[in-house]
């Protein structure tokens, strides 16, 4: 009869999965934000992230699923930080919300939109995707506003808010907007208190 081994501890296994899953992921959207959707393979994200492909694989069994996690898994890690940030009045909101739109995962975003307008297979998961980040980013918006919006005209003050972020995002992809962007963040915060009081 053989000798029979005590279980072993799988948590450091697990630890190491997680681990791998999040350099994946983080690769995954650097790689999107420098070389677009047609640069970024599997294979260059796991070089990356310095694994295999099989291990890449392993965790996402298909490129759209390893690219539409990562933006997702950003996404949910900038809203919660957004949340934690020691923001004081409505014009530090308005340029942290403006922030979420002119950095990676905004450029990484925006990759995976254009991919999707052209591929079937990647459309509705993506639109998907933006549907379910667009309404928390809403509603975090509303919560760091301190918006109410029973009352009329609030919902959309803030909807035109995180539109014009993204459009700010739009122009700095091409160029370095900081210093017109800082003018219009502050014309908007003076906006939206006026719009919000």
């Known amino acids: 009869m053989g000798v029979v081994t005590p279980p072993t501890d799988r948590t450091p296994k697990q630890d190491r999965s997680r681990a ?9 959207v650097a790689c999107l934000a420098e070389h677009g959707w047609a640069g970024s393979t599997v294979s260059v994200v796991a070089e990356r992230a310095g694994v295999s492909r099989g291990a890449a694989q392993h965790h996402f069994p298909t490129r759209e699923d390893l690219f539409t996690a990562a933006v997702e898994y950003v996404a949910e890690e900038r809203s919660a930080a957004l949340l934690t940030l020691p923001v004081q009045g409505r014009t530090a909101v308005v340029a942290a919300l403006v922030d979420l739109y002119t950095g990676p995962l905004f450029r990484a975003a925006l990759q995976l939109w254009v991919a999707a307008s052209n591929e079937a297979s990647l459309h509705p998961r993506v639109s998907e995707l933006e549907a379910r980040v667009g309404r928390e980013t809403h509603r975090i918006a509303v919560e760091l506003l301190k918006a109410d919006e ?8 803030v909807q035109g808010l995180l539109d014009m972020a993204r459009g700010l995002g739009l122009a700095n992809v091409l160029t370095d907007d900081t210093a017109r962007r800082r003018r219009v963040v502050a014309q908007w915060a003076a906006l939206v208190d006026d719009a919000l009081d």
């Open 150 to 157: 029973s009352r009329p005209g609030t919902r959309e003050t």
């Open 20 to 28: 791998t899953r999040r350099r994946l992921l983080e690769a995954a």
